[in-house]
């Protein structure tokens, strides 16, 4: 089993659209968890950390739940310029060390 | 703040020479910085971890001596990969630990294509 599991996808959405990403992590010690986005042939750049007690960032909402071991990651009115592939990262505690998971690629449609 | 810049953006060799790619913390010191690999179509693995001042460590299954790591000052860490061959083309990204506001984040550069002939 993958330490980070995400659907490849991809999600092909309208504009406008709301659409939502889970993300399941296997090692309990996690520590940190984040939403990276990355473009076609570039760096991974950060989109938001995810706290335990959910997160929001314009029309980017991220949930994290322990028990279940997931993080989620909404977008709500989605823009062309959305379409990238999102990228959930773990962070174990005790070490620095990523552990990124496959990817979700979006691509919003006009 | 927190700028990563990598070098060279990308390069092509023939199979058997040696590709050396430089990471630069621009605006922060940084004591550990991260060497990832991507293919196509595929996430980003983790292969070493390079300590400033220290031997890397490795993650299982990337061979130390094929990919050797120097990370001589706060600022440049350096990944060389010994006799290329085509399996080694990838997408070759680094990072940098940066503690910011308490909180101990990876900075990104921009990345490096490899293409081996």
């Known amino acids: 089993r993958k330490e980070v599991e995400q659907d490849p996808g991809p999600f092909n959405v309208p504009e406008g659209a709301t659409v939502a990403f889970n993300c399941t992590y296997s090692?309990?010690?996690?520590?940190?968890f984040f939403w990276y986005r990355q473009d076609c042939r570039k760096e991974p750049k950060l989109l938001m950390s995810?706290?335990?007690s959910g997160n929001e960032d314009g029309r980017f909402t991220a949930q994290l739940n322990r028990a279940s071991q997931y993080i989620s990651l909404l977008i709500r009115d989605s823009k062309l310029s959305d379409s990238a592939t999102y990228l959930c990262v773990v962070q174990t505690s005790g070490t620095y060390k990523y552990i990124f998971g496959t990817g979700t690629r979006l691509k919003v449609l006009a | 703040g927190a700028v990563v810049s990598q070098h060279p953006s990308w390069v092509i060799c023939k199979s058997g020479t040696s590709v050396k790619i430089e990471c630069r913390s621009l605006d922060f010191q940084a004591t550990t910085m991260f060497w990832y690999r991507q293919f196509p179509k595929q996430s980003l693995m983790l292969m070493a971890t390079s300590n400033e001042g220290s031997k890397a460590t490795y993650e299982q299954g990337v061979e130390k001596d094929k990919f050797l790591i120097n990370h001589a000052s706060l600022t440049l860490s350096t990944l060389t990969v010994t006799s290329a061959h085509p399996e080694d083309s990838s997408f070759y990204i680094c990072s940098a630990l940066a503690g910011l506001a308490g909180v101990n984040e990876q900075f990104f550069g921009p990345g490096t294509r490899l293409t081996v002939l």
């Open positions: 995810v706290y335990s």
């Open positions: 090692n309990s010690a996690s520590q940190s």
